[in-house]
């Protein structure tokens, strides 16, 4: 009879044993969780996503109906080309006046070499520089026409050019492109579900990386500091406990009452700081799941 309580109690010393951890404070994992929503309205045509799905940034996921934006760009285009297409061409109308320039001075030119022998009189010579000069007028005067011609079918044209621009922001908007990587969460829409601006679509966290929120006492709070490495233990589901290496990144600077899911209520009227560690996931460690801190505080 002695052996057997010998026995047990033994076993309940190693199970002891293998059940003890040092923990200096303990808390519960979280996430940078995004929440994607639509930019568009219309039908959801294609949404390729899955919960528990890994997404990279820029990938595109799915798209929202986009035919009429699209019809309604090709509409402002066709008005764009009608409205160009009564632009004149200036170098074919100014072409029988430059002919005519041409010609003047040439007769001009064999003008000023008669009177120089004395072959034609001053008012010949006169004369054809006064209609050479007049041709001149008469060019300037058509190019002014017709800049100021191409400049309001310009005008006319820059308006439609920005409708077209804000067409393509908005197609551009109509593709849903996943802006961060990450782990899908939550899913909020199925594929042709009618969508509206800012109507969530999923909700999605990076958990290469996880965040433990813990918090400690005003005493522990002399022996721990940025950038230092702590242990961060968690259940291995065989009643033991695995370790990971954690990053403390933020120490808060105020105090706060212990939150309720962490300590008894007695331990929660004690005044705590939050500090953040971040933890290296091989895909077991969950948000929300609870796990403790050894600070290497010795006792």
Same mark, same amino acid.
């Given at each position: ?13 190693? $199970?002891?044993?293998?059940?003890? !951890? #040092? ?7 979280? /996430? ?13 045509? %294609? ?6 799905? $890994?997404?990279? /940034? ?5 798209? @929202? ?32 006046? =430059?002919? %005519? ?17 004395? +072959?034609? &009189? ?9 209609? @050479? ?49 990450? #782990?899908?969460? $939550?899913? =909020? ?6 969508? &509206? ?7 999605? +966290? ?7 929120? +813990? ?15 702590? !242990?961060?233990? #968690? ?13 403390? $990144? ?7 009452? #212990? ?9 929660? /009227? ?8 971040? @933890?290296?996931?091989?895909? %077991?460690?969950?948000?929300?799941? =609870? /796990? ?8």
């Amino acid at each position: 009879m002695i052996k057997y309580i010998l026995f047990f109690a033994c076993s309940l010393l190693l $199970t002891s044993c293998k059940t003890q !951890k #040092t923990s200096d404070a303990s808390g519960a994992f979280e /996430a940078v969780e995004t929440i994607i929503s639509a930019d568009a309205n219309g039908k959801l045509m %294609q949404f390729d996503i899955e919960e528990g799905k $890994t997404l990279e /940034a820029g990938k595109t996921i799915g798209y @929202v109906d986009s035919v009429q934006l699209y019809l309604k760009k090709i509409q402002l285009q066709a008005q764009i080309n009608a409205t160009l297409a009564q632009k004149p061409d200036v170098s074919s109308q100014l072409a029988p006046l =430059y002919t %005519q320039l041409e010609a003047a001075k040439k007769e001009q030119n064999r003008l000023t070499n008669l009177v120089a022998a004395n +072959a034609a &009189n001053q008012k010949q010579l006169d004369d054809i520089n006064a209609q @050479v000069s007049l041709i001149q007028k008469q060019i300037e005067s058509q190019k002014k026409n017709l800049s100021i011609t191409n400049g309001s079918l310009d005008a006319q044209v820059k308006p439609l050019q920005v409708q077209i621009n804000q067409l393509n922001d908005q197609l551009a908007k109509c593709k849903i492109i996943n802006p961060v990587n990450g #782990t899908v969460l $939550t899913k =909020y829409a199925e594929q042709n579900e009618l969508v &509206n601006t800012g109507k969530p679509l999923y909700k999605i +966290a990076d958990l290469s990386i996880i965040t433990l929120r +813990a918090y400690i006492t005003n005493d522990q709070l002399a022996h721990v500091k940025l950038n230092s490495k702590v !242990k961060v233990l #968690t259940d291995d589901g065989k009643g033991g406990f695995k370790e990971n290496e954690g990053l403390i $990144t933020w120490i808060s600077d105020k105090a706060e009452f #212990t939150p309720k899911t962490i300590q008894t209520k007695d331990e929660r /009227a004690n005044l705590v700081y939050a500090i953040k560690i971040t @933890v290296k996931n091989d895909g %077991q460690l969950k948000i929300g799941m =609870y /796990a403790e801190v050894s600070l290497g505080i010795s006792k």
